[in-house]
């Protein structure tokens, strides 16, 4: 497989340097005979076994007139394809591997399960081909036109699609992982259950674009707020909340917005916790901490708003603990010898959830008497510190409480991130 990636290379050249000049014969819009294709085609399959063999030659098409042409299963892989005319053409199952089809005319061309891993198909034209199930793994469709065209469960994973126009293309089902696709035009586009996970949505039209059910985990969103995507649709995707920006956080602003009019509130706070944790991420260094521990782990910037008082629930017994391993200490000394140990065990640890329950009580006298009494066993040469570990540690809890009860309260009047804009730029 060394001649293939020898072309892939050689492609990735071509890309960068421009269209390559055509050598063919059928240069122009020639239109080879059957005959004619059947030895170019063996002289091929010759040159992919072995270069150096006898009759052996790397198909050269390019311009050639291919139009309606039966090219299914064959093995075009590495072919130099560039400019043909091949609309209408049988492809289904083809090997196109490493082929060069820039500027290649496939209006209408049957491609289902063609292999066009790594094709060069800049400005190629696709419009309304059927590519069900074609593998463009890494192809270079840059600029490329793929209107009305039909890549149902396609394999577009990591292909460079920047500038393509693939309006009113039905991608239901494909593999765009990893896909470029800035300033591609997705108009009325039907993308549901597609993948796009870390694909680049940057300048893209998404104008009435069908996401539903779409995969968006790490995927670049910074579509034009004017070229926003069906929102009714965009409410059923997957992992709003994963979704990611690089320079520009209007779209997720815009959909948040579209959202809380559309009183899908979930999906708001999804766009919200996305907003703000990607804010958080390009913050400096102390603020990113401070958004990370006080908002972020806390209530997501309110997409969890019952994560509040689960956490309020789990501090009771992690103080308790606290409480509990010093009221030991301190207590094991004057334990009579003959009381049992497991009786000193049930006394402390309910001494220790006590304690820990008090941080709820107003701070007043009456919490102070209540912990006095609770330690009123401690051997007295400690209970002076045992009051003062209480008080600082209730108080410390009770603060932690009232911060956590103001969260699920701001998060239940549905107004997320608005507790982080107290301290914070936040949107």
Same mark, same amino acid.
């Given at each position: 497989?060394?001649?293939?990636?020898?072309?892939?290379?050689?492609?990735?050249?071509?890309t960068a340097q421009g269209t390559m000049?055509?050598?063919?014969?059928?240069?122009?819009?020639?239109?080879?005979?059957?005959?004619?294709?059947?030895?170019?085609?063996?002289?091929?399959?010759?040159?992919?076994?072995?270069?150096?063999?006898?009759?052996?030659?790397?198909?050269?098409?390019?311009?050639?007139?291919?139009?309606?042409?039966?090219?299914?299963?064959?093995?075009?892989?590495?072919?130099?394809?560039?400019?043909?005319?091949?609309?209408?053409?049988?492809?289904?199952?083809?090997?196109?591997?490493? @082929? !060069?089809?820039?500027? $290649?005319? &496939?209006?209408? #061309?049957? =491609? *289902? /399960?063609? +292999?066009? %891993?790594?094709?060069?198909?800049?400005?190629?034209?696709?419009?309304?081909?059927?590519?069900?199930?074609?593998?463009?793994?890494?192809?270079?469709?840059?600029?490329?036109?793929?209107?009305?065209?039909?890549?149902?469960?396609?394999?577009?994973?990591?292909?460079?699609?920047e500038g393509a126009d693939l309006h009113? @293309? !039905?991608?239901?089902? $494909?593999? &765009?992982?990893? #896909?470029? =696709? *800035? /300033?591609? +035009?997705? %108009?009325?586009?039907?993308?549901?259950?597609?993948?796009?996970?870390?694909?680049?949505?940057?300048?893209?039209?998404?104008?009435?674009?069908?996401?539903?059910?779409?995969?968006?985990?790490?995927?670049?969103?910074?579509?034009?707020?004017?070229?926003?995507?069906?929102?009714?649709?965009?409410?059923?995707?997957?992992?709003?909340?994963?979704?990611?920006?690089?320079?520009?956080?209007?779209?997720?602003?815009?959909?948040?917005?579209?959202?809380?009019?559309?009183?899908?509130?979930?999906?708001?706070?999804?766009?919200?916790?996305?907003?703000?944790?990607?804010?958080?991420?390009?913050?400096?260094?102390?603020?990113?901490?401070i958004r990370l521990i006080l908002f972020?782990?806390?209530?997501?910037?309110?997409?969890?708003?019952?994560?509040?008082?689960?956490?309020?629930?789990?501090?009771?017994?992690?103080?308790?603990?606290?409480?509990?391993?010093?009221?030991?200490?301190?207590?094991?000394?004057?334990?009579?010898?003959?009381?049992?140990?497991?009786?000193?065990?049930?006394?402390?640890?309910?001494?220790?959830?006590?304690?820990?329950?008090?941080?709820?009580?107003?701070?007043?006298?009456?919490?102070?008497?209540?912990?006095?009494?609770?330690?009123?066993?401690?051997?007295?040469?400690?209970?002076?510190?045992?009051?003062?570990?209480?008080?600082?540690?209730?108080?410390?809890?009770?603060?932690?409480?009232?911060?956590?009860?103001?969260?699920?309260?701001?998060?239940?009047?549905?107004?997320?991130?608005?507790?982080?804009?107290?301290?914070?730029?936040?949107?």
């Open positions: 497989m060394s001649w293939l990636a020898g072309l892939l290379i050689a492609a990735t050249v071509t000049t055509c050598t063919s014969p059928y240069r122009g819009g020639g239109k080879p005979t059957a005959q004619v294709l059947a030895q170019v085609l063996a002289a091929h399959a010759a040159w992919q076994r072995n270069a150096a063999t006898a009759h052996a030659a790397r198909a050269n098409l390019c311009g050639a007139d291919l139009r309606e042409t039966r090219l299914t299963q064959q093995n075009l892989a590495g072919s130099n394809l560039q400019g043909a005319i091949l609309s209408r053409a049988y492809l289904g199952g083809a090997d196109l591997r490493g @082929a !060069n089809l820039q500027q $290649a005319d &496939l209006t209408d #061309a049957l =491609l *289902g /399960q063609a +292999n066009l %891993q790594g094709a060069n198909l800049r400005q190629a034209s696709l419009k309304k081909a059927y590519l069900t199930d074609a593998n463009l793994q890494r192809a270079v469709l840059r600029g490329a036109t793929l209107q009305g065209a039909i890549l149902t469960s396609a394999n577009l994973d990591q292909a460079d699609l009113q @293309a !039905n991608m239901k089902h $494909a593999n &765009l992982r990893q #896909a470029r =696709l *800035g /300033q591609a +035009n997705l %108009q009325e586009a039907n993308l549901w259950d597609v993948n796009l996970g870390q694909a680049v949505l940057a300048a893209t039209n998404l104008s009435g674009a069908n996401l539903g059910y779409a995969e968006l985990t790490a995927a670049v969103f910074e579509p034009p707020v004017s070229a926003l995507p069906s929102i009714a649709r965009l409410a059923e995707a997957q992992n709003l909340s994963q979704l990611t920006f690089r320079t520009s956080p209007h779209a997720f602003i815009a959909i948040r917005e579209a959202f809380q009019r559309a009183g899908l509130n979930q999906q708001a706070r999804a766009v919200t916790y996305a907003l703000n944790r990607g804010l958080r991420q390009k913050a400096p260094m102390i603020e990113q901490g972020e782990l806390t209530y997501q910037y309110g997409m969890s708003p019952l994560r509040p008082l689960w956490i309020l629930g789990l501090l009771v017994p992690v103080f308790a603990m606290f409480h509990m391993s010093v009221l030991w200490r301190y207590r094991h000394c004057q334990v009579s010898m003959a009381r049992r140990w497991w009786w000193h065990g049930c006394r402390v640890s309910w001494m220790g959830f006590a304690l820990s329950a008090l941080s709820f009580l107003p701070r007043d006298g009456r919490r102070d008497r209540m912990s006095i009494r609770l330690m009123r066993e401690t051997a007295p040469r400690h209970r002076a510190r045992m009051q003062r570990w209480t008080r600082a540690t209730t108080r410390l809890q009770s603060v932690v409480n009232v911060y956590l009860l103001v969260l699920w309260g701001v998060t239940t009047l549905h107004m997320p991130g608005r507790m982080s804009s107290l301290f914070f730029a936040s949107y």
